[in-house]
């Protein structure tokens, strides 16, 4: 499978290639201005072709030309070395160069602003069927818990016993697991599409989100699968020998290695975590496979994983924090209006509470999930734009693509793997 960059850049070599200074064009020194260290045009470019992107402002586009008589530099006018400051394009929601981290997080919630209907349509959509087969689940299996208590109270209950509390609680695990990651797929999928849309400042509609990010669904699904697969069969493996040594009879020094192993398999799972989290959106856009989608993401995150980490860490804070912020409050509320039982329920005194009390969270958790699910996936989308500016010049790209002046015009033989420009 062809791993080669969907959105590769003029006269660039993928991300890590040896001999380029880790893949990036510009330079190891291109910092967060998107100069760097050197003013030299880009490699395979001619010294006489149009300035463009990064190295010179846009046609017509620059500072004007410091008035005669007066000025810095010297006594009598303006010194002769003065030069116009950088002039950076923002054809859509963030500018078209190395961006920080509150850009980033900008750019997430500027494309809520920019295109809400659709982007707050997805969501909603994805949030309501989703907390709808949660609700339903919940009320239907886990409202009435009378065999689990029945196997609280067995000192020494029999595996048919336990597999018939159980089955009633693993049915519904399984229903609501399924279509929560259903609804994470599309929603990844579509609000990446709306944001690769923004980043040029084009206009979307859900049909047309849904339009792009179709043909990929089953790939995603199969990507979005594979991951917590791998990081599930590293725990196991990892926590295996501890779990054997404990039921052959040595009990202390299985459950130290039963920690040890557990502490290791979690360590590689964040490293896995990180290092494959800008696979979802490589998938999407550049339309790979799965498994090339998950070596583009670790090319991407080599040598910036502490940074990356970083991000989606704080990321995931302020995710919880606005989950928190909706969710308790609407939790008080159902509370109040599911009265003695839904307390007594929530505490596990009783065997069930009502539909109102479900009903009442699941409202909660549907406004909750509409404003966290855009944010979550334009923080990945942008991310990954990021480091492909950084290491590849897609900013370059980007600007072609918004029929920027300056930036030329993209034609064939450009590096795209698949003929067509960014956000189409």
Same mark, same amino acid.
């Given at each position: 499978?062809?791993?080669?960059?969907?959105?590769?850049?003029?006269?660039?070599? &993928?991300?890590?290639?040896?001999?380029?200074?880790?893949?990036?064009?510009?330079?190891?020194?291109?910092?967060?201005?998107?100069? %760097?260290?050197?003013?030299?045009?880009?490699?395979?470019?001619?010294?006489?072709? &149009?300035?463009?992107?990064?190295?010179?402002?846009?046609?017509?586009?620059? =500072?004007?030309?410091?008035?005669?008589?007066?000025?810095?530099?010297? =006594?009598?006018?303006?010194?002769?070395?003065?030069?116009?400051?950088?002039?950076?394009?923002? =054809?859509?929601?963030?500018?078209?160069?190395?961006?920080?981290?509150?850009?980033? +997080?900008?750019?997430?919630?500027?494309?809520?602003?920019?295109?809400?209907?659709?982007?707050?349509?997805?969501?909603?959509?994805?949030?309501?069927?989703?907390?709808?087969?949660?609700?339903?689940?919940?009320?239907?299996?886990?409202?009435?818990?009378?065999?689990?208590?029945?196997?609280?109270?067995?000192?020494?209950?029999? =595996?048919? @016993?336990?597999?018939?509390?159980?089955?009633?609680?693993?049915?519904?695990?399984?229903?609501?697991?399924?279509?929560?990651?259903?609804?994470?797929?599309?929603?990844?999928?579509?609000? *990446?599409?709306?944001?690769?849309?923004?980043?040029?400042?084009? &206009?979307?509609? /859900?049909?047309?989100?849904?339009?792009?990010?179709?043909?990929? !669904?089953?790939?995603?699904?199969?990507?979005?699968?594979?991951?917590?697969?791998?990081?599930? *069969?590293?725990?196991?493996?990892?926590?295996? &020998?501890?779990?054997?040594? /404990?039921?052959?009879?040595?009990? %202390?020094?299985?459950?130290? !290695?039963?920690?040890?192993?557990?502490?290791?398999?979690?360590?590689?799972?964040?490293?896995?975590?990180?290092?494959?989290?800008?696979?979802?959106?490589?998938?999407?856009?550049?339309?790979?496979?799965?498994?090339?989608?998950?070596?583009?993401?670790?090319?991407?995150?080599?040598?910036?994983?502490?940074?990356?980490?970083?991000?989606?860490?704080? /990321?995931?804070?302020?995710?919880?924090?606005?989950?928190?912020?909706? @969710?308790?409050?609407?939790? !008080?509320?159902?509370?109040?209006?599911?009265? @003695?039982?839904?307390?007594?329920?929530?505490?596990?005194?009783?065997?069930?509470?009502?539909?109102?009390?479900?009903?009442?969270?699941?409202?909660?958790?549907?406004?909750?999930?509409?404003?966290?699910?855009?944010?979550?996936?334009?923080?990945?989308? +942008?991310?990954?734009?990021?480091?492909?500016?950084?290491?590849?010049?897609?900013?370059?790209?980007?600007?072609?693509?918004?029929?920027?002046?300056?930036?030329?015009?993209?034609?064939?033989?450009?590096?795209?793997?698949?003929? *067509?420009?960014?956000?189409?």
């Amino acid at each position: 499978m062809n791993d080669s960059p969907g959105w590769a850049s003029p006269g660039s070599a &993928p991300s890590g290639d040896p001999g380029r200074d880790g893949g990036n064009p510009a330079g190891p020194d291109r910092d967060e201005t998107g100069s %760097g260290s050197s003013s030299e045009p880009p490699v395979n470019w001619s010294k006489e072709q &149009p300035p463009g992107g990064r190295w010179a402002a846009p046609a017509g586009s620059g =500072p004007t030309p410091p008035p005669e008589g007066g000025g810095p530099g010297t =006594p009598g006018g303006w010194s002769t070395g003065w030069a116009p400051p950088p002039v950076v394009a923002k =054809p859509g929601i963030i500018p078209l160069r190395p961006l920080g981290i509150g850009e980033i +997080l900008d750019g997430a919630v500027s494309t809520m602003r920019a295109h809400w209907r659709t982007v707050l349509g997805i969501s909603l959509a994805v949030a309501v069927i989703t907390q709808a087969v949660s609700t339903v689940t919940t009320g239907l299996w886990f409202n009435d818990q009378t065999g689990l208590a029945a196997l609280e109270n067995d000192p020494d209950p029999t =595996p048919d @016993e336990i597999l018939d509390a159980l089955s009633g609680a693993l049915t519904g695990s399984a229903a609501t697991g399924f279509v929560s990651m259903l609804g994470t797929i599309i929603a990844t999928a579509m609000l *990446t599409m709306v944001v690769s849309r923004a980043v040029l400042g084009r &206009p979307v509609t /859900t049909g047309d989100a849904w339009h792009s990010a179709r043909p990929q !669904l089953l790939r995603l699904f199969g990507l979005l699968f594979l991951i917590p697969l791998i990081i599930l *069969t590293i725990t196991a493996v990892a926590v295996a &020998p501890g779990l054997i040594l /404990t039921a052959a009879g040595s009990t %202390g020094a299985g459950a130290a !290695l039963t920690l040890a192993g557990g502490l290791a398999a979690l360590v590689l799972a964040v490293w896995l975590w990180i290092r494959f989290s800008l696979a979802a959106p490589a998938l999407m856009l550049e339309r790979q496979g799965v498994i090339a989608s998950l070596r583009r993401s670790a090319k991407l995150v080599r040598g910036a994983w502490w940074r990356v980490f970083g991000i989606q860490l704080l /990321t995931l804070v302020l995710l919880v924090f606005v989950a928190a912020v909706i @969710e308790i409050p609407t939790s !008080l509320i159902a509370v109040v209006v599911g009265g @003695e039982s839904a307390t007594d329920w929530m505490a596990g005194e009783t065997a069930e509470t009502g539909w109102l009390f479900l009903i009442v969270l699941g409202i909660g958790a549907v406004i909750s999930s509409t404003i966290t699910f855009p944010i979550s996936a334009g923080v990945t989308a +942008l991310l990954y734009m990021d480091q492909r500016i950084r290491r590849e010049a897609l900013d370059l790209e980007l600007g072609r693509a918004a029929g920027l002046p300056g930036y030329g015009t993209p034609g064939p033989g450009d590096g795209r793997t698949d003929g *067509t420009t960014p956000g189409s």
